[in-house]
C-alpha cells in the first residue's frame, strides 16, 4: 500500500513480557517519528528517526523502550517487561522533508493492552 | 506549563453552527503551525498549515497571533462529518508538538 503500515493492528500481553510494534514508512521518506497516545490524551512524542543520523530518543520515557530503524525503511519499537501504564496506542508517522518541516502521515497504530 | 494547550471540550453544536477552537504555545520562537484531524480510534491527518497572515480552506479559517502565541480555527457551517477531535500542532525548533485535541460533536 501506498502509506503508513503498522503491526500488529492490536496486541494484548501480560504484564512483565516484551513487544515489538513495527512500523513501514511511506517509500521516499527519510523522517520516521514513533508517538503514544493513551486513552484520551494527547500524542507523546518518543522517537525520531532522519536518515542515518543518530536518532533522537530524548522521549523515550524509561530504558524499558527501544527502538531501531533499518536504513530508511522499516522501524520497530520494542518495549521489554511491559506494565500496565505502557497500554496505549503507538502511532508511528513518515515525513519527506526534515524533521518539523512537512506533513507527517501517520500509520493507523498498534493498540497495545497489558494485563 | 503545557508547551501546547487546548480547551479540551466537548464541543457539541448542530449543524450549520460556526464553531472556534483555540490553542496557546509557549515557546516564542516556534516556527510553523498545523491543525491536524483525528477520527475516532484513527490516526491524525493533516487539515491545514496556519499562516501569520492567516489562511482559510472552504469552511475552515485559521488564524495565528505570534504575539499572544494563540491559534486559532474556525469552522462554519458545520457539518456531521466534522465530528472529531482536532489537534493543534507547533513545530519548535526540530520537534513537532501536539495539543491534546479538542473534541467537536457536530449533531443534527
Known amino acids: 500500500g501506498a502509506g503508513v503500515s503498522q503491526s500488529p493492528s492490536n496486541k494484548v500481553t501480560e504484564k512483565g513480557k516484551d513487544v515489538e510494534l513495527r512500523c513501514d514508512p511511506i517509500s521516499g521518506h527519510t523522517a520516521l517519528y514513533w508517538y503514544r497516545q493513551r486513552l484520551g490524551q494527547g500524542l507523546e512524542f518518543l522517537i525520531y528517526?532522519?536518515?542515518?543520523?543518530?536518532?533522537?530518543k530524548s522521549g523515550l520515557p524509561s530504558d524499558r523502550f527501544s527502538a531501531e530503524r533499518t536504513g530508511e525503511s522499516v522501524s520497530t519499537l520494542t518495549i521489554q517487561r511491559t506494565q500496565q501504564e505502557d497500554s496505549a496506542v503507538y502511532l508511528c508517522a513518515s515525513s519527506f522533508r526534515d524533521r518539523g518541516a512537512g506533513e507527517l502521515f501517520f500509520g493507523e497504530g498498534s493498540r497495545l493492552t497489558v494485563l | 506549563r503545557k508547551e501546547v494547550e487546548q480547551d479540551p471540550g466537548p464541543f457539541n453544536v448542530p449543524e450549520g453552527a460556526t464553531v472556534a477552537f483555540n490553542c496557546t504555545y509557549s515557546?516564542?520562537?516556534?516556527?510553523?503551525f498545523f491543525w491536524y484531524r483525528q477520527d475516532c480510534r484513527k490516526e491524525p491527518k493533516l487539515l491545514m498549515s496556519v499562516y501569520s497572515s492567516g489562511n482559510e480552506d472552504g469552511r475552515f479559517t485559521a488564524q495565528l497571533n505570534r504575539a499572544s502565541q494563540y491559534i486559532s480555527l474556525l469552522i462554519r457551517d458545520s457539518k456531521l462529518s466534522d465530528s472529531a477531535t482536532y489537534l493543534c500542532?507547533?513545530?519548535?525548533?526540530?520537534?513537532?508538538?501536539f495539543g491534546a485535541g479538542t473534541r467537536l460533536t457536530v449533531k443534527p
Open positions: 500542532v507547533v513545530r519548535d525548533n526540530n520537534d513537532m508538538r
Open positions: 515557546n516564542s520562537a516556534s516556527q510553523s
Open positions: 528517526f532522519q536518515g542515518n543520523s543518530a536518532p533522537d
